[in-house]
């Protein structure tokens, strides 16, 4: 909006003027059904979606719930569903979504109260791949395992992950299929995957275990998660690419 | 989602999902649009099996006079038309599909999502005629 | 099973596309009559004598592969496809080895059904 | 009730790693958080972890190093304890899987950063404090380590001078519930929110300092506070020494390199150690050669976007997304804020307070490594060495004959407390008395300190206590409580900032990061000793206790 009106621009930049917040109200001992609350705060060029909902619960209403901690996109606590998407309230600023600002708690998640989700199913998701390293030996004392700055590099994206929740809200299989591991969980798994001090049979394993009725295949390449993920991962290019290999490895399995 | 939680919790339920259709993205189009013309072209496969056995079972003249019948009235036509718009439109996106499998355009998939629905609405367009004249 | 769904899916654009070309850009929906399907099954030969008047006389035995392709692709790749949705609802362990009998008893009734379509067109 | 042999409280950097030690000891051991792990400040930390790896490193240069940036103020032994277990340690996470950066021949990359006399931080990335966290929580799970998550501890019981626990509110019920524990660790993190330009996330409220303080421990060093050069003026987010490590330079509104051009550090210049340069940079400010908002310009765009995306990618993304700066093309605005408390719990290298039963480790203790201003890359280090010795004292030594019916009082205790706090009408909301002590700490008790902003500070802390006493919960739910959690954390906060600015205000002089506008001299005659705050009936008591030197004999420190 800001760019094109040159001649206010050095007042623009430090002031928009009040926005208008709709935000997702349920309080389990007071409502049956969640609702919409309205509030109208003052905003400046740089106030995110955060300093906003802050700014009410101090100013106006203390019984506005949000979970955040970092401010600087990096906890990942506070992924919310803001105008039709997900996104980390802390990075998003209030400019850039439009008014009204709806603030909704991530999709397919229960609620808990507010904007609190229930996140256990998220984390019971991400341990399910083994999310921890296996190496392809026990290392002597001292003896630091070996690996290339060029495999360093092909895991840097996803190794960004911060558990936000966002691209597994997004997921329509994640969200009817429990039991599909969704994409935040399965980009961890090819953080592992691709790490080659795993070794070859470590690589296999992982496969296996991500392979049945409702594991990788169950991805429809929405690219929802890809669209919303704060940190610019992939998750749909990782799950593409371990589908790709373990059907390889099983047309492969005469040559065993 | 699980059932281990300590307090209750509320669930929105998956109506929540298609309500939202108006913030989907490309991807999300191309998912629920394939899914439905599967659907459709998986039901269509049914009964058009069941049609054409009366070929078996009641000979060929019946054969002839139901395939005449069906394909009389002039909406029946329009909607072949459809049932191929469908079959266009879920061949070109699974061919998009395929392409992801082979780790190819992951970066255009938005892109190729509209290019499918355009080529898709191009091919009907061009073969109406064979469809509403024929 | 994956990768399956996959090669029918490609097979099926091919197959399907020449079957719509037949019926639609050749023959002509309102067309179809006992005669010209026998004609097709059994000697590969299609008449074009109403939309786009070209005869094609492909080998008889062509004909009869890419029909019956055509019939074992489209009934595998839509019913497994159809179990798949099932399954993506999470139904359970029970449902979902339901829905798998009850698809692979719906595709071999199909495949029984199509072919004997075929077998009662097939006059030589 | 829960009962374990070992608590764990807090789950960043040095929870994970005291608890993977305990659980390697055979110890039945539990995480109690009121973060889920992953959501910890550890995850924030972005320049790396010290250690002496190279052949033509030696740990003692690392402990010289250490001991000179603490300004002399550190206790030698522990340092020893820290920098030569470092590179085991170090190695110790990768094997854990951790992904530091690498170098052409497939070992682990190690960088120039501030203070140190050799380049010996580890790193991955820009993102070595998430990867550290990430990687420990990964063997938490392995190991199936129970974490009690998003609960929130009010107080550790105490009976016949030991610790038998703590008493912690359930987050998501509000249910008070009691931790029965042999060892209870406390690895709660700093003090940010002490202040109101921090880089710290907003759960860093002090709570385990105020607890173990309250149940008789004293809070050791506590002015020592550092304030971080490099930080985003509207947010206080973090620009990591690293840019500096790296070759990012400092101007001043005259386009001077005043590190060098002003005589600040002719020697390390941009890579004096933290407290030198954020003074550097305020004194540039007040003497009318800073930019708008009090900053300076650290300026990186020599070093071409492909560097700057390998090596730097979040200080990328951080500066556009929250200064909207493109660090590629234009200088990124930076001004000092707070960072770090060198100070803590009182203990000693095994993490082991004065009360049998309780540990503290990480930013919450004051081993004393830090001393008087901590070296980067040093705060990762001590998680992962303290972590690991806390950890293993505390599952060897841990109280067999722990009474459950303490812990039972002290729920009824606590749970009363809770509903009275909720129950209250009148008084104010929670967030002013907050916002007006962390302004004033601000004001007051930053980096350039006096006698008379110290006692001001002072007054409104003390006031603010006053104030807390009919302080008003206005949300009366029991479901996830933010608003209660707040006004709990509040009287940390106050505990905290009442200990800074009394350590502050009794020493008078200028040592590391706490410099004193009256006294700007280093005095090893009367001050070479730490800070100790006691609670006491009408107030905090402040003892005072030697320094332990072994071969590094105070001299002037200059960089």
Redesign the interface.
Known sequence: MATTQTESEADAATEVGSVELEVFR?????DDE?RFESYTVDAEE?TTVLDALIEI???ED??L?????????????DALYIN??QRLAC?TLVKEVGEPVKVEPL????????L?V???????RM?AV????Q?SHE?E?????????EN??N??TV??C??CGACTSSC??A??????KGPAALAKAYR?YK?E?EGEEARKNRLRLLED??GI??C?????C??VCPKGI?P??AI??M??DA?KQ??AFWRR | MSKDTRVETYSRGLIEDPSRWKDWMGGMWAFYLHRFTGLVLSFYLVMHLFVLSTGYWMGHETYTEVMQAIAAPKVIHVMELGLFAAFVFHALNGTRIVLFDMMRGLEIQEQLFYLSVALSFAIVVASAPFFLLG | MWLLQRVTGVGLIFLLGFHFAVQHFIVGATNVTAANTVDRITYGLIEGDHVIPVTIDMSAVMYQASALLLLAFSVFHGMYGVHNIVVEQNPGEKIERLSRYFFTVLSVVLLIQGVLIFYAFFAP | MHSHEVIVVGAGGAGLRAAIAAHEEGADVALVTKLHPVRSHTGAAEGGINAALKDEDDWEDHAYDTVKGSDYIGDQDAIEAMTEDAPSEVVRLENMGMAFSRDEDGRMAQRAFGGLSFPRTTYASDKTGHMLLHTLYEQVMKRGITVYDEYYVTRAVKEDGECHGVVAVDIQTGRVEGFQAGATIFATGGVGEVFSHTTNAVSCTGDGMSIAYRAGVPMEDMEFVQFHPTTLPSTGILITEGCRGEGGILYNSEGERFMFERGYAPNDGELASRDVVSRAELTEVEEGRGFEDGCVHLDLTHFGEEKIEERLAQILELARDFEDVDPVTEPIPVKPGQHYIMGGIACDSHGATELPGMYAVGEAACVSVHGANRLGGNALLELVVFGKRSGRHAAENHLTNTSKSAVEDVVAEEQSRVEELKDRSGGEHQSEIRADVQEAMTEHVNVFRSEEGLEEALEIVRDARERYESVNVHDTSDTFNTDLVQALELRSIIDCAEAITLGALERDESRGAHWRYEHQERDDENWLKHTLVYPGDDGPRVEYEDVEIKKYEPKVRSY
């Open positions: 349920y309080v389990p001992e007071e969640p740089g619960r101090d100013t203390a019984s719930t949000v979970r955040h901690s970092c401010r600087m996109a990096r906890c990942g606590s039709g998407k990075n999709p397919r998640f229960d609620v808990i109260r507010d609190v229930d996140m256990e199913g998220f984390y019971d341990e083994e999310p921890w390293f190496p290392p004392t001292g003896e630091e395992f070996l690996q290339s700055p360093r590099k895991i840097d190794l960004d911060i558990w329509s299989p969200g009817t299929d429990d039991r599909f592992f790490d001090r009725a409702h295949y169950r429809h390449t929405q690219f929802n890809t669209e992939s749909t290019e593409m690419e589908s790709r059907t099983k047309l």
